[in-house]
């Protein structure tokens, strides 16, 4: 597929997507997400793709949804059409998707970050959900997953004020897992993407669905949960191997990678 606002490309076994609309600022419309449907659907298929890195520029990771494309839009004809929906293929991604951030991410730009796994973010970030600026409130999710990464507080002070807060406060709050210097970004998220898809398939795949769990139920459910997939992986030849290269004290080759 010949992409038009993005640039993907793998990097040995990491897929890397690249939001590649500068004079927008990598504002978010219906090309792009129709364009990371492709790709995320491409790297799921490739086996030998164990994780994704999702950036943008160092200016931008994106600056919302393109209001551009928006302001027009009528109410009967979003929802009818369940307008956004489609973001929910993304939010699902089975395999670990890291953002690497810099610059701003402010909207649905800071909604996509959140739908990934975790975010790296450059010292130069900026994230917010300025939406209500617009006379509108976050349509992809930053009202939910917000609240739920940095407290009902900061996530209220952001959406109802639709300021920005740096890479500092957001690692603060809790937002974001690490913060680097911006000529970092890249290899450190490129690195951890690397060092997840090294490890056993199965288990990854578990991991992510494991903590992501913890977001919809309750605890004793979210402990009965891991530990039945804890149990299932004494099934797989790999659990086998991770611990008889400890107890060899070598490294693993893990066969479900
Ligand atoms: C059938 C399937 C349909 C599916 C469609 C899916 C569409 C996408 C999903 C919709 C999701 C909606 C839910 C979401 O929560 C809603 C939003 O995200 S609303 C937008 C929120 N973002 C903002 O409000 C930020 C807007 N931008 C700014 O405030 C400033 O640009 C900035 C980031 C502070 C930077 O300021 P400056 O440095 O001064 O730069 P400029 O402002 O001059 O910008 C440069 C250039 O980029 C253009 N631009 C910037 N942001 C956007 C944007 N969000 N949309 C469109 N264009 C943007 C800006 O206009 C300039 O371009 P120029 O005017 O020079 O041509």
């Not at 551009?68 to 004809?77: G, I, R, S």
């Not at 690497?100 to 975010?119: P, T």
Request: include cysteine.
């Amino acid at each position: 597929m010949a992409y038009e606002t993005l640039i993907v490309e793998t990097r040995g076994n990491v897929g890397l997507i690249t939001l590649n609309r500068p004079q927008a600022l990598n504002a978010l419309n219906s090309t792009v997400l129709k364009e990371l449907k492709h790709a995320y659907a491409d790297f799921h298929a490739d086996e030998a793709i164990g994780a994704i890195v999702l950036t943008g520029s160092e200016r931008a990771f994106a600056a919302g949804a393109d209001i551009k494309e928006m302001q027009p839009l009528q109410f009967a004809d979003i929802y009818k059409a369940e307008y956004i929906s489609g973001w929910d293929e993304i939010a699902k991604a089975r395999k670990p998707v890291i953002a690497a951030v810099s610059g701003f991410a402010l909207g649905g730009g800071c909604e996509l970050a959140m739908m990934c796994d975790f975010i790296i973010a450059s010292e130069t970030a900026k994230f917010g959900q300025p939406e209500i600026t617009l006379g509108v409130i976050p349509g992809m999710g930053g009202s939910q997953r917000l609240t739920r990464m940095v407290g009902k507080s900061k996530a209220m002070d952001m959406v109802l004020t639709g300021r920005m807060m740096d890479a500092a406060e957001a690692e603060r709050a809790g937002l974001v897992s690490r913060v680097v210097a911006p000529e970092r970004l890249l290899d450190e998220a490129l690195e951890a993407a690397a060092k997840i898809a090294s490890l056993s398939q199965p288990s990854v795949l578990m991991a992510k669905e494991a903590v992501n769990r913890a977001l919809e139920t309750t605890l004793e459910e979210g402990l009965r949960f891991e530990r039945r997939l804890f149990h299932s992986l004494f099934a797989t030849e790999d659990q086998k191997e991770g611990m008889a290269a400890f107890i060899e004290k070598r490294k693993p080759a893990f066969k479900h990678r």
